[in-house]
């Protein structure tokens, strides 16, 4: 999840009675809609309670396959990486630059890496500073926002650079099981987790080179945007399909195949394509005045995106907290608050139908809490 605070096209300063009033810039809908369609399919996905019947898009894929499930934590990435051209325009006009933004943004990377330590302690039930989703976004975040200030070509290169880098890494690295072979289990990365990395308390810090990466290919496509550049739509779908056919391409190739656990090149390009088209539709609809009621028909989705650190931390406290640590006897018997909502909805609906509604009804909840939030005011950030 992000917890950098993301600006639009900037709102020109209007005066009055000679006297300049500074006007706060828009926020881009369309990366908020975006960054909330990632929570809400985030929320979807790990509480998804339909079974066998469960959809395959809604499952992770088998290693070197792809669903719509392993593309949503590089979107969040690639949303993260979109939120820095903004937010270090931000600093740059409130004079953060030099050592103080270095400061700035080392601080929010440690706030938001001890907040996803925190979250991972709870629901292993033990103390650790390992990685997890939060502190994974924290220092992929940091490493791409450190090299915000170059220009975008350099960016790129810096991409593309440590992409293949990882790859030569993936099949030039002789391990164990042998050279150039990239299996689930059976990989570079594996034997640098078991043998250095693990014994440390900090298996799959490897992933954040590609991760990184990714947050500049998202801060790469969102700088036409932030610039106001008139071209802004063809270079983003120039971008996102190039991204997505190299991904793709590479993929296919069968020299490296498409792996979330790994964080492999091609997943990496074929998600941020897509991320980056997906990024591109909301802006269409939202942020480029060609549809009259556009923002407001992507109004519900930017309410979990301007709210994403809450909307990823508290569901998962409320969880392990309450509604797993609470037993009631709602079905005659005692078991969790969440068993217990499950069973009842399938001994009135059925059992699919029952599963649907149990999934459906607490993606709603979370939004309804994120709306009371946001009609309060009570926004967390870092």
Wanted: overall charge positive; charged content about 10%; hydrophobic content about 55%.
């Amino acid at each position: 999840m992000n917890s950098v605070s993301v600006t639009g096209h900037p709102v020109q300063p209007q005066v009055s009675a000679g006297i300049e009033t500074r006007v706060k810039p828009a926020r881009l809908t369309a990366l908020d809609a975006w960054r909330g369609l990632t929570v809400l399919l985030m929320l979807l996905v790990n509480n998804v309670a339909l079974g066998g019947r469960t959809p395959y898009q809604l499952v992770h894929a088998p290693f070197g396959g792809l669903t719509l499930t392993d593309l949503v934590f590089p979107w969040f990435l690639l949303c993260a990486g979109a939120a820095l051209p903004f937010s270090l325009a931000a600093m740059t006009r409130s004079g953060v630059v030099g050592w103080l933004r270095v400061r700035r943004l080392v601080t929010r990377a440690v706030l938001l890496y001890l907040a996803g330590a925190f979250l991972t302690s709870v629901t292993i039930q033990a103390p650790t500073l390992g990685l997890g989703v939060l502190q994974l976004i924290a220092l992929a975040t940091l490493c791409a926002a450190l090299l915000g200030g170059l220009r975008g070509r350099w960016q790129a290169a810096i991409a593309a650079a440590l992409l293949l880098g990882y790859a030569a890494f993936l099949t030039l690295t002789t391990h164990p099981w042998g050279l150039g072979i990239v299996s689930e289990t059976q990989n570079p990365v594996q034997m640098v987790n078991n043998m250095v990395l693990t014994p440390i308390g900090l298996r799959g810090l490897m992933s954040v080179i590609p991760t990184t990466a990714l947050v500049l290919l998202g801060a790469l496509a969102a700088r036409p945007l932030q610039q106001r550049d008139a071209r802004a739509p063809l270079k983003l779908l120039g971008l996102g399909l190039f991204l997505s056919a190299v991904g793709f391409g590479w993929a296919a190739s069968g020299h490296i195949p498409f792996s979330k656990a790994l964080w492999t090149p091609p997943y990496i390009l074929y998600s941020a394509g897509l991320g980056i088209l997906g990024m591109l539709a909301f802006w269409l609809i939202a942020d480029s005045g060609r549809l009259r009621a556009g923002a407001r028909l992507l109004a519900p989705l930017t309410i979990p995106g301007r709210n994403a650190l809450a909307g990823y931390m508290l569901p998962i406290l409320i969880k392990f907290w309450i509604l797993l640590a609470w037993q009631v006897n709602w079905t005659g018997r005692s078991q969790s608050i969440l068993a217990s909502l499950l069973e009842l909805s399938r001994n009135h609906l059925g059992g699919f139908a029952g599963g649907l509604v149990y999934t459906l009804g607490y993606v709603l909840a979370v939004w309804l809490g994120l709306a009371w939030m946001a009609r309060r005011g009570l926004i967390w950030k870092l």
